[in-house]
């Protein structure tokens, strides 16, 4: 069955440097999204990503993070600058059809636990 | 998206069916009833969803009020491999937005 894969498991970084987020969405997917958890919090969303552009943001999608597809089977979720309270678990999701259709469930990656020190 | 509201937790036995309730008294025509879980260290997971008919997948059942203001999970033997937080979501057919937007859940306990 395909799945959603992202990289690396847990990333462990300094506050104010750069980290890049990776994840491969099933291939025949259109659409791609990232959403955080802090640890004990729920799960929210950041951002949403079809056609290569964003379609979607929250609040918490500030200047900071940036998306990018660099080819045709990457989705990245980029923090520039990183601080203390980015730590948290990272889940990309991708799904294939557009909301208004039956089964356009979104299928999520295990996550990327990041750490900022 | 319009608001959900559900328990905080529930406990069943192994192999006993679990109903798990869900309010939305503001839903709207549109909203599809959507239901995920989340098992321990993992990511959110797909269980079913449905719109005005009940509906049964190989993972559960949905039953939705006649009135729509309320749905319940149905879990028809639940195993150990269940216990996990279950989220009940809706989401507009019509406004092609396709975040998700996750409350607290349903904490489910498994008791052997």
């Known amino acids: 069955e395909p799945e959603v894969t992202q990289t690396p498991s847990h990333q462990v970084t300094q506050m104010g440097q750069e980290v890049i987020l990776r994840c491969v969405p099933i291939?025949?997917?259109?659409?791609f999204y990232w959403y955080r958890q802090i640890l004990g919090q729920k799960v929210e969303f950041l951002v949403s990503f079809y056609n290569n552009e964003i379609s979607e943001k929250s609040e918490i999608f500030d200047d900071q993070f940036s998306v990018e597809r660099p080819d045709g089977s990457n989705f990245t979720l980029k923090i520039r600058s990183t601080k203390l309270e980015d730590s948290a678990m990272y889940f990309c999701?991708?799904?294939?059809?557009?909301?208004?259709?039956?089964?356009?469930?979104?299928?999520f990656g295990p996550g990327t636990r990041l750490t900022v020190l | 998206d319009a608001k959900t509201t559900q328990p905080n937790s529930m406990e069943s036995n192994e192999e006993e069916p679990v109903h798990l309730p869900c309010n939305h008294s503001?839903?709207?025509?549109?909203?599809?009833i959507h239901w995920y879980r989340q098992l321990p260290s993992q990511g959110p997971e797909y269980v079913i969803h449905?719109?005005?008919s009940n509906v049964n997948n190989r993972m559960a059942s949905l039953a939705i009020a006649e009135d729509r203001k309320s749905s319940t999970l149905i879990l028809h033997r639940a195993t150990l491999r269940d216990a996990a937080v279950y989220y009940c979501?809706?989401?507009?057919?019509?406004?092609?937005?396709?975040?998700?937007?996750f409350g607290t859940g349903t904490r489910l306990t498994v008791i052997p």
């Open positions: 999701a991708s799904s294939g059809l557009l909301a208004h259709t039956l089964g356009n469930e979104q299928f």
């Open positions: 449905g719109l005005t």
């Open positions: 979501i809706l989401r507009d057919r019509q406004t092609g937005a396709n975040n998700l937007f």
């Open positions: 291939s025949n997917h259109l659409y």
């Open positions: 503001t839903i709207s025509g549109t909203d599809y």
